[in-house]
Structures are given as C-alpha cells and as structure tokens.
C-alpha cells in the first residue's frame, strides 16, 4: 500500500503530510495508541520498480497491482531503537512486536469524577431604603379600614343617638342605601321651547293674619 501512495505524492495527488496524517496521527488518535521513541520509516521518492506477481513477505500469492510501475520504496524501518527492516531484508525474529495495550502509559486516561451539581440560587442584595429626613419610616404604617355592614360577613349594627358605647370600642354602621337628592334644595330652571333657561319669578307674599 504505501509504494502506491508514495506514487501518488510524485504525482502531486497528495502530500507527505497527507500521509502522516493518515497512516500516524488519525490511528493514535483513534485507538489512543501511545507514543513510540525511536520508532520511524525511510523512503525513497525516485525510486522506480514494477510491482511483481506477489510481494515476498506476503502470505497472499498474488496482487491486483502485478505489472504496476511505482515510483517511492521502502528503505528502513526502525523500532523502538532497532532496526527491522531494511533493503528488503527483515532482520527481527517473529514476534518481535508487543501489545501496546498493555504499556502503562498506553491506558487511556479516564477523566476525574466530577462534583454533582449543586443547585445555586442566586438573589439580589437587598438595598437599604432611603427615608426623607423628618418623617418617620412609614412601610408599615397603613390607613386603618373602614368596615361596612355591607361587607360580607359582618353583621348590621344600627346605633341609636346617646346610646352608651365605651370609648375605644370598634363598631361598625350601615351607611344609608341611598344619598339624599340634591334636587330638592336646588331651584329648578324653567326652560322654553327655544332651550332657553330662565330663573322661576319670585313666590308672592302671603298676608298676615294680623294684617287683615
């Protein structure tokens, strides 16, 4: 797979970069893999060969890509320090590479346990009142409230006049149901049948008795 690739970045198709990002950096950081010291790849961009029938380390024993001309080829590949492979030749026995999962550094670290949430409730300082100077604080200084007979629930108490009431006793009066009218203290105007208003004329002397 790689020569392929390393075709495609002589061609210009793709980058090294491109190639670091998929082959090294996407894998760490998909399967947290840890970090290797000393542990690297050597190419060779101008290379040129024919890929053949198979490939000698490969248990498969045949290649779609037979025939293909490549450009890039592997030269070395170096493992924590040691070399394993390099100019076709592989010099590590079998087994030679180990399961990372169990390096202590390879475990994925799990995030610390977060405090449970704690409901806050969040108020408003209470500001002092500013008073006038001279007055007393009147917040709680209401009206007293007049309680009529009306009211549902309180009984009708009718007060006859001198009645012997102690002082500093609450009671309570039906107010009158209706108002007296004023109509009757007020002189009535008599009117025309333009709409003009004239005062009445004043009422005639009655004779005494002691007149006649």
């Known amino acids: 797979m790689l020569p392929l690739l390393l075709t495609a970045v002589s061609e210009g198709r793709l980058s090294l970069d491109d190639l670091l990002q998929?082959?090294?950096?996407?894998?760490?950081?998909?399967?947290?893999?840890?970090?290797?010291?000393?542990?690297?790849?050597?190419?060779?961009?101008?290379?040129?060969?024919?890929?053949?029938?198979?490939?000698?380390?490969?248990?498969?024993?045949?290649?779609?890509?037979?025939?293909?001309?490549?450009?890039?080829?592997?030269?070395?590949?170096?493992?924590?320090?040691?070399?394993?492979?390099?100019?076709?030749?592989?010099l590590v026995p079998p087994g030679y590479g180990q399961d990372v999962r169990k390096w202590p550094q390879g475990a994925v670290p799990q995030p610390p346990p977060s405090a449970p949430a704690t409901s806050e409730i969040t108020t408003t300082p209470e500001r002092p009142r500013r008073g006038i100077p001279g007055l007393p604080d009147g917040r709680f200084h209401l009206p007293p409230r007049i309680h009529r007979a009306s009211d549902?629930?309180?009984?009708?108490?009718?007060?006859?006049?001198?009645?012997?009431?102690?002082?500093?006793?609450?009671?309570?009066?039906?107010?009158?149901?209706?108002?007296?009218?004023?109509?009757?203290?007020?002189?009535?105007?008599?009117?025309t049948p333009d709409g003009t208003c004239y005062p009445p004329p004043p009422v005639p002397r009655q004779a005494s008795p002691q007149n006649l």
Do not use: C
């Open 152 to 191: 549902p629930g309180l009984p009708a108490v009718f007060l006859r006049p001198g009645a012997g009431i102690p002082q500093g006793s609450r009671v309570w009066a039906e107010e009158p149901k209706e108002k007296p009218s004023r109509k009757a203290a007020e002189p009535e105007l008599m009117g």
């Open 22 to 90: 998929r082959l090294h950096h996407n894998p760490r950081r998909i399967f947290h893999l840890p970090q290797q010291e000393d542990t690297y790849v050597e190419v060779d961009l101008e290379h040129e060969w024919t890929i053949p029938s198979h490939m000698p380390f490969s248990k498969a024993r045949w290649t779609p890509f037979e025939g293909q001309k490549v450009k890039g080829t592997i030269r070395r590949v170096v493992l924590r320090g040691e070399v394993a492979y390099i100019d076709g030749q592989v």
